[in-house]
């Protein structure tokens, strides 16, 4: 059930605080609940790599069961991969268009844009319902996503593109601005170690990405991801969902787990990894 259409003005109490700090701060054509801030921006580029993905999917995943809001541009890539990782916690997450709020862009992530709305999460644009996806209108879409965001987080990213545009607004407002490294001759790393070379900081998986937004933004509203023994949230992490979240290859995930269970400090529980 969501709230219906509608238009949040500047003077709204709805309307996020975060926009403030844009020099022309739009009005909003919103559907279903934007929550409480403080909210984590996942971007990077369409053309991402199989472990690009995963690791937006469990970013998405861990900002959820911190209890903060996954904000990104329903997108193709990253973006879809980190709302799909948000949701997959039932988690809240922001979906910013470059479009009308009724007009699903790509097509093909409506059922993400469905999931976020019956999740209690909200879709949102500064575009009037029925606006095309016209290219043109993206860039001043990543405004809104680096304002609206105590954070942002760049998974991975070409040399030019709408995940670098997303930082450096991010930047020049002072937002914190977190990076995945990659490999230098990666096209899909190329921005991102450019990014890093420019004074981003570089984030070496989930876990120490909560880590990193924990000394920024407080405790994790839901403290579901304090530290123990096994370096494991409380709920868990899926076994699919471990190599990105302890940023090592599978195999290697496999061999952790495996001395892990020896020690007795996990368990198996179908799919998921729990600590004990």
């Known amino acids: 059930m969501t709230l219906g259409?509608?238009?949040?003005?500047?003077?709204?109490?709805e309307y996020p605080?975060?926009?403030?700090?844009?020099?022309?701060?739009?009005?909003?054509?919103v559907d279903g609940r934007l929550g409480e801030m403080p909210g984590v921006a996942v971007v990077g580029t369409r053309r991402c790599t199989r472990y690009g993905i995963d690791l937006a999917e469990a970013f998405g995943l861990a900002i959820a069961q911190s209890g903060w809001t996954t904000v990104s541009g329903l997108a193709r890539g990253i973006d879809a991969a980190a709302h799909r990782g948000c949701l997959r916690d039932g988690g809240h997450a922001v979906a910013v268009?470059?479009?009308?709020?009724?007009v699903c862009y790509p097509k093909e992530n409506q059922s993400i844009l469905d999931?976020?709305?019956a999740e209690g999460g909200a879709v949102l644009s500064e575009y009037p319902p029925g606006t095309p996806p016209d290219r043109w209108r993206f860039p001043a879409r990543n405004?809104?996503?680096?304002?609206m965001s105590s954070a942002v987080v760049v998974v991975e990213a070409a040399k030019t593109g709408g995940a670098l545009i997303t930082a450096r607004l991010a930047a020049e407002?002072?937002?914190?601005?977190f990076v995945v490294p990659?490999?230098?001759d990666r096209p899909a790393s190329e921005g991102c170690n450019?990014?890093?070379?420019?004074?981003a900081y570089p984030v070496l998986g989930a876990a120490d990405l909560i880590e990193e937004l924990s000394l920024i933004l407080g405790p994790p509203p839901h403290d579901v991801t304090r530290e123990n023994e096994a370096g494991l949230p409380p709920g868990g992490v899926t076994l699919d969902d471990l190599p990105a979240f302890w940023s090592v290859t599978m195999s290697e995930a496999l061999v952790r787990v495996g001395k892990l269970q020896l020690e007795g400090m996990v368990r198996r529980e179908g799919e998921v990894i729990v600590p004990i």
């Open 5 to 13: 259409h509608r238009l949040i003005e500047k003077t709204s109490p």
């Open 17 to 29: 605080v975060g926009l403030g700090d844009l020099e022309d701060p739009p009005s909003l054509f």
């Open 97 to 102: 268009l470059g479009s009308g709020i009724d």
């Open 115 to 117: 999931g976020i709305l």
């Open 143 to 147: 405004r809104i996503i680096a304002a």
């Open 173 to 177: 407002i002072g937002r914190p601005v």
């Open 182 to 184: 990659g490999d230098v």
């Open 194 to 199: 450019l990014l890093i070379r420019d004074g």
